[in-house]
């Protein structure tokens, strides 16, 4: 069974950076489809960045376009989000998602995801 399971949500001030990682057990995530959700209460769920398993196309939400950078590590079966520029309107609750198969674009998982996600970590940007 694949479980996800995410780190490194806190508070920063506006500007600041932050990383979050999402360790994924129970399979091979060189196999996956991979992205970064959000939601803030009584909000839809937004696809922030995903990316399909060979890494061949990347998928950034307009308003994190040069700020955000998805990646992976196949080896530690780990993903991460680095997040700079922060912004109070990036503060959400933030979850990882998996999907395995090679079909998934990192735009059409982002818009459709599928899989297992993990719990969700708070990422908070205030002064």
């Known amino acids: 069974q694949v479980q996800l399971v995410e780190s490194g949500g806190g508070l920063v001030k506006p500007g600041g950076s932050l990383r979050l990682s999402c360790v994924l057990s129970?399979?091979?995530?060189?196999?996956?489809?991979i992205g970064w959700f959000r939601q803030a209460p009584g909000k839809e769920r937004e696809g922030v960045s995903c990316?399909?398993?060979?890494?061949?196309?990347?998928y950034y939400e307009d308003s994190v376009k040069g700020r955000f950078t998805i990646s992976r590590d196949n080896d530690k079966n780990t993903m991460y989000l680095q997040m700079t520029s922060l912004k109070p309107e990036d503060t959400d609750v933030y979850y990882c998602?998996?999907?395995?198969?090679?079909?998934?674009?990192?735009?059409?998982?982002?818009?459709?995801?599928?899989?297992?996600w993990g719990q969700g970590t708070q990422v908070t940007v205030s002064a």
């Open positions: 998602a998996a999907a395995v198969g090679s079909d998934y674009s990192g735009s059409y998982y982002c818009h459709s995801p599928i899989g297992s």
């Open positions: 129970g399979s091979k995530m060189g196999d996956y489809a």
């Open positions: 990316i399909s398993s060979d890494d061949g196309s990347a």
